[in-house]
Structures are given as structure tokens and as C-alpha cells.
């Protein structure tokens, strides 16, 4: 059965002390690992896709990496507006597109 | 450039009512995902759709149901509400198995 742990649950951070936080997978086969932000009250919003280990996405502040166990979203001198909840999902190679979330990490970027 | 929208954004029932929630998407995609959003439990898959006229059970289907009759939109279904089944209800949408999914903004379902 697929799994997904994310740590920490919680994050709060001072604006601009980077951090790292961790998403760890258990798959058969690994189609792709995809992380997304979510604001109160909205829905999760895409951020990036990760297809094999030692892939690396940029995005501002953000950068995702894959090995075969973990994947890491670095936030780089974080500012206030970065505060959100951080949700990691894993889609398993037999999986006809479903998504295996883990429980997201709650960021808080304060000024 | 609406993407998915779901209605209604809120509700409120008693036990037992029935009530259907709506997903749209305007993207053309050709899946289609019902998920609920637990404190501390991350989102969890109830439904899918892999196209027009298919459903399948996610991870938690039971008391639900849902139809997707015409591509762009996929209705889940309670048919007799219990309090457990109070939670957020969110409806994604993706082009393929591999891509991205888009998701709406949220139905907030309180069941008394």
C-alpha cells in the first residue's frame, strides 16, 4: 500500500530563515511525486511534478528534489506571503491517475 | 478562466437528508476526482472518473455515489448524511494519469 509521511507538521519560520521540508514515499512504482500549496479556505494549487530520482524544480523562492525514498521542498528566504499548508502526493505506476496525499506541513512565515 | 468550480461552497444537513454536490471544469480533462479533507488526515480519495460515462471507488467510497454523465461535470452524492461524513469535499481534474490535478475550492459539508 502506498504511503506518504510529511514532516514537520508544523513549521514557523522568521522571514528570510530558510528551511527545508520532507515528504517520504512508499510506492511499488513511482509515476511522479507532486506538491502542492493550500491557503485557508481554498483549494490545493499545483506547484511542481517530479518524475525520477535526482529531478529538481525552481519556482521563486521553492525548489523540489527526488531521490528514491524522499523528496524535499527548500524554501529559500521565505517571505510572509509563503505562509501556507505544503502537501506532498505520490501517484503509484498502476494507479490510473490517483493520488496518495500525505497530511500536509502548515508554514508560518512571520515578519 | 473559471477551471473547476464546485457547488455549493457551503451546507449544512441533518442526518439522514440526501444532497448532491456539483464539480464543472472548463479544461476538457478527461479525469475526474472527489477527495475529502480530514484535520490530520490529508485528502482522501472518495470517487474517479478516467472519462465520460466511468466511475471507479477511491479510498473511502463508501456512502457515496456519483455519475458523470456529460465530461465536463462529476456529481457526488449523499444519499442518507451521517455526521462522519462532515468534512470538506474538494473535486480535482486532470488532462492524463500522470499530469497535474486541478482542484476547486471546496465544499464545506457540516452534517448535524
Known amino acids: 500500500e502506498d504511503q506518504v509521511t510529511q514532516s514537520p507538521e508544523a513549521l514557523r519560520l522568521q522571514e528570510g530563515e530558510s528551511s527545508s521540508l520532507n515528504c517520504s514515499y512508499t510506492v511499488s512504482g513511482l509515476r511522479g511525486l507532486f506538491w502542492y500549496r493550500q491557503d485557508p479556505g481554498k483549494g490545493p494549487e499545483f506547484l511542481f511534478t517530479?518524475?525520477?530520482a535526482g529531478e529538481e524544480k525552481e519556482k521563486e523562492r521553492l525548489k523540489a528534489t527526488l531521490t528514491k525514498k524522499e523528496s524535499f521542498l527548500h524554501i529559500t528566504a521565505p517571505k510572509p506571503e509563503d505562509s501556507a499548508t505544503y502537501l506532498c502526493?505520490?501517484?503509484?505506476?498502476?494507479?490510473?491517475?490517483?493520488?496518495?496525499f500525505g497530511a500536509g506541513t502548515q508554514v508560518v512565515v512571520t515578519p | 478562466n473559471a477551471g473547476v468550480t464546485q457547488t455549493p461552497k457551503f451546507r449544512v444537513l441533518k442526518t439522514g437528508q440526501s444532497m448532491t454536490l456539483l464539480c464543472a471544469q472548463d479544461m476538457n480533462h478527461e479525469y475526474m476526482y472527489w477527495y475529502r479533507q480530514d484535520p490530520g488526515m490529508g485528502l482522501r480519495l472518495i470517487h474517479y472518473?478516467?472519462?465520460?460515462?466511468?466511475?471507479a471507488k477511491g479510498e473511502v467510497p463508501d456512502g457515496y455515489n456519483v455519475s458523470r454523465l456529460k465530461k465536463q461535470n462529476f456529481l457526488l452524492g449523499l444519499e442518507s448524511a451521517a455526521p462522519s461524513q462532515t468534512s470538506v469535499y474538494f473535486c480535482?481534474?486532470?488532462?492524463?494519469?500522470?499530469?497535474?490535478?486541478?482542484f476547486g475550492d471546496g465544499t464545506r459539508l457540516s452534517i448535524l
Open positions: 472518473s478516467v472519462g465520460e460515462g466511468t466511475t
Open positions: 502526493a505520490v501517484q503509484d505506476t498502476d494507479s490510473w491517475g490517483k493520488l496518495q
Open positions: 517530479l518524475y525520477s
Open positions: 480535482a481534474s486532470g488532462p492524463y494519469s500522470n499530469q497535474p490535478q486541478h
